[in-house]
């Protein structure tokens, strides 16, 4: 009887320690999934700034966020196939935003762009810096310190051009 009470106790210390090595994998996957989705929604509306947008600043912003999101992007997809992380493809967050912008031109297309682009750029931010505080991988904290201060600015002219770039509209 003792001999199968330690088997068990054996294989129950087994299923732990994968269980636990495995949890990292999973954080790392949800961390990094997280991310590439956000930057994923921040260049599609983007790419529709460019294109539908009214006044010029608020279609080269929409590039600057196309150019930085997809080099973003394009470094952490690189970062989870070394570490061996699969990233998720949905659900991409935003996408009822995504798909009313996607209708819109002019100046209130500007103004929801501005405020689509202000808020994703705020959760990126948030996303980036949890990640690299919670999962500790230097690769990571790299790509935080790199990116952190471009998003943070595309954010600032986000909020300057609705103040700026926009016509204002009565209540």
Known sequence: M???????????????????????AANEAAAFSAIHLTAQAAI????????????????????????DDTELDRRLLGLAAKAGVQLADSPKPGEMQLAELG???GAIFDRKFLNFNYGASEALLKQMH???GQLALSPLMGLVAIFAPIIRQDQFLSGWCLGHCVPRTKP
């Open 2 to 24: 003792k001999i199968f009470e330690r088997i068990g106790a054996v294989m129950l210390g087994l299923a732990f320690l994968l269980t636990a090595s495995e949890a990292p």
């Open 44 to 67: 599609q509306a983007g790419e529709l700034a460019q294109a539908r947008a009214s006044s010029a600043e608020i279609r080269n912003l929409g590039r600057l966020v196309v150019r």
């Open 103 to 105: 209708g819109l031109r």
């Open 130 to 132: 949890d990640a690299a």
